[in-house]
């Protein structure tokens, strides 16, 4: 079951917070009441290199990314003022720095939500998401801007050392929809890939009721790709064109990445699902060529989000829903999520995290939801954001999980 990432965080009845679909689910689901452990099943058992040797707790929050180049994970985190910012951290849980808590020259505000910072391949820039200074959601509808929700939210870039700003794109800070969801940069960082809002749900009210039924609940999307340049002025993005499917059904789409060779893109969507499973996604590659498109998952009841694949290729991390067999894709409060693995063509599914199962060194009495995954450098390490969905809600916390071999 795939609906939900954790970038999208939808209006809570107590907060609001961030990390793409996911998010957005928690934000729907607003102050998720405790409950019963769900039912839960494992999947088929991982590839030796792939079972899980440990898994230990890096820091709380998340939407993160791990660079290859410099070994820092790049992510973000609410302030004592309920604001998202980005910080970047050793692996090993030292040399925690935040990268957006002073103004700098063109950089957005302090008290502006920023989040899903992606490393360029170099690892000299970050690029990220950042609500505009002012807009027409300020501050009645502010936690529409948060990281997972995107809403009037523009894309910046800047240096590891979070010294030097530039903004990326101009969306318009008034009455219209427009925002931006998870960049991501092709593996050559020649090309920038995200999500861009167009138009605002079309049944916003009934988000958390699960006796109406759900219209679109995450708003109209778009998918775009850019020329990234590194030029003497500075960075900036050339060419960018929509891609979005054409002959689409659906309504949301949400970027994860490019394949290994930068020939296609992977990405989070509600294209082809049938009516009446409005939290069912599913997961999808896309040729930049030939437009061919594939569906990955296939499981239209399911909550499948967050694609990425590993640095060799050989292999998929996923969030999913796939492994709770309590899951109701008619009703967000029933969101449970782990993390998954595949292989590219959608086969050899398997089980990496267990949230929800007792007795599990991660498991949590609360509720849980795996949102937004990183692989490190070689494939041995895989660094996966977990959102508690009960109480503690939007608490969220990165993991690194450490496999018996080089997964991926």
Same mark, same amino acid.
Request: hydrophobic residues 40%; glycine residues 10%; aromatic residues 10%.
């Given at each position: 079951m795939r609906r939900w990432s954790l970038c999208l965080s939808v209006p809570c009845r107590r907060a609001f917070c961030t990390l793409g679909l996911l998010l957005v689910i928690a934000s729907l689901?607003?102050?998720?009441p405790l409950s019963a452990a769900p039912l839960v099943r494992d999947l088929l058992a991982a590839p030796s290199a792939c079972t899980v040797a440990s898994?230990?707790?890096?820091?709380?929050?998340?939407?993160?990314?791990?660079?290859?180049?410099?070994?820092?994970v790049v992510y973000d985190d609410m302030d004592e003022k309920s604001t998202w910012q980005l910080y970047t951290i050793r692996p090993n849980g030292t040399g925690r720095t935040c990268l957006t808590c002073r103004t700098r020259a063109d950089s957005p505000l302090v008290d502006r939500q920023k989040g899903h910072g992606a490393w360029h391949p170099g690892g000299k820039y970050i690029v990220l998401q950042a609500e505009m200074d002012y807009h027409a959601g300020t501050p009645r509808t502010r936690g529409f801007a948060t990281p997972g929700r995107g809403w009037w939210n523009n894309l910046y870039v800047t240096t590891a050392d979070g010294r030097s700003w530039t903004r990326l794109t101009n969306y318009k800070s008034g009455s219209d929809f427009e925002g931006v969801l998870i960049p991501r940069f092709s593996h050559d960082g020649a090309q920038l890939f995200w999500a861009k809002l167009v138009g605002q749900p079309d049944d916003p009210d009934d988000w958390d009721d699960p006796n109406d039924p759900v219209v679109n609940p995450m708003g109209h999307w778009e998918l775009w790709v850019a020329d990234f340049v590194d030029a003497a002025a500075g960075p900036a993005l050339r060419n960018a064109r929509n891609i979005t499917p054409v002959g689409s059904k659906g309504f949301f789409y949400e970027?994860?990445?490019?394949?290994?060779?930068?020939?296609?893109?992977?990405? #989070?969507?509600?294209?082809?699902?049938?009516n009446g499973f409005p939290y069912g996604y599913d997961l999808? #590659?896309?040729?930049?060529?030939?437009?061919?498109?594939? +569906?990955?998952? +296939?499981?239209?009841?399911e909550w499948d989000e967050h694609p990425h694949f590993s640095p060799h290729g050989n292999k998929i991390s996923f969030i999913?829903?796939?492994?709770i067999l309590s899951y109701d894709p008619r009703d967000i409060n029933t969101l449970r999520g782990e993390l998954m693995l595949m292989n590219p063509d959608g086969s050899g599914?398997?089980?990496? #995290?267990?949230? +929800?199962?007792?007795?599990?060194?991660?498991?949590?009495?609360?509720?849980?939801?795996?949102?937004d995954s990183a692989w490190n450098a070689d494939g041995t390490q895989i660094s996966v954001t977990q959102i508690l969905f009960g109480d503690s809600y939007p608490e969220r916390r990165?993991?690194?999980? #450490?496999?018996?071999?080089?997964?991926?």
């Open positions: 689901v607003g102050s998720a898994i230990r707790l890096l820091t709380s929050g998340g939407d993160h990314d791990w660079s290859h180049a410099n070994g820092l970027s994860g990445g490019f394949t290994p060779d930068d020939s296609k893109v992977i990405f #989070t969507a509600d294209y082809d699902i049938a999808y #590659t896309l040729d930049l060529t030939t437009g061919a498109l594939v +569906n990955l998952t +296939n499981s239209p009841d999913s829903s796939q492994v599914l398997a089980q990496v #995290t267990r949230f +929800n199962t007792p007795g599990a060194p991660e498991y949590t009495v609360e509720p849980s939801i795996a949102a990165v993991w690194i999980v #450490t496999f018996n071999g080089a997964c991926g």
